[in-house]
């Protein structure tokens, strides 16, 4: 049941991965929100993919720092990657309403700390 339940959050992660991944390779009609989003949303997903393998049941939270809090007190190695979480942060929820818009230089940078973060879950899982 929980190795279903993980699997299910790769998933879903890695769906905002492929779209981030296709979005960001665009020439045309690019859309950097959307990118993004998908890149927050990929590690927020693989954040609480790592806590249920460990028996932690993720709080419906949106914020990656309080979700790495979580992690690093299962594995300090997390704490490594706090820096590149907030660039991640600052892409949640609020970000999909008027009034905050990305560049395409925000969305290229946010694609490969995604692609970074990624791979570091990844090894954990």
């Not at 979700?67 to 991640?88: G, H, Q, T, Y």
């Not at 609020?94 to 490969?112: C, D, M, V, W």
């Amino acid at each position: 049941m929980k190795e279903k339940l993980i699997n299910e959050w790769i998933y879903k992660a890695e769906e905002d991965f492929e779209s981030a991944m296709y979005l960001v390779k665009k020439r045309k009609n690019v859309a950097p929100d959307s990118v993004c989003f998908h890149s927050q949303q990929c590690i927020e997903k693989y954040l609480k993919a790592f806590l249920i393998k460990n028996d932690v049941v993720p709080p419906e939270v949106h914020d990656l720092q309080r979700l790495r809090v979580l992690c690093a007190n299962i594995d300090k190695d997390f704490n490594l990657i706090s820096e590149e979480l907030d660039i991640l942060n600052a892409y949640a929820v609020n970000f999909r309403y008027p009034g905050e818009q990305a560049t395409i230089e925000e969305s290229k940078e946010a694609a490969l700390k995604m692609r970074e973060i990624r791979e570091f879950i990844r090894k954990k899982i």
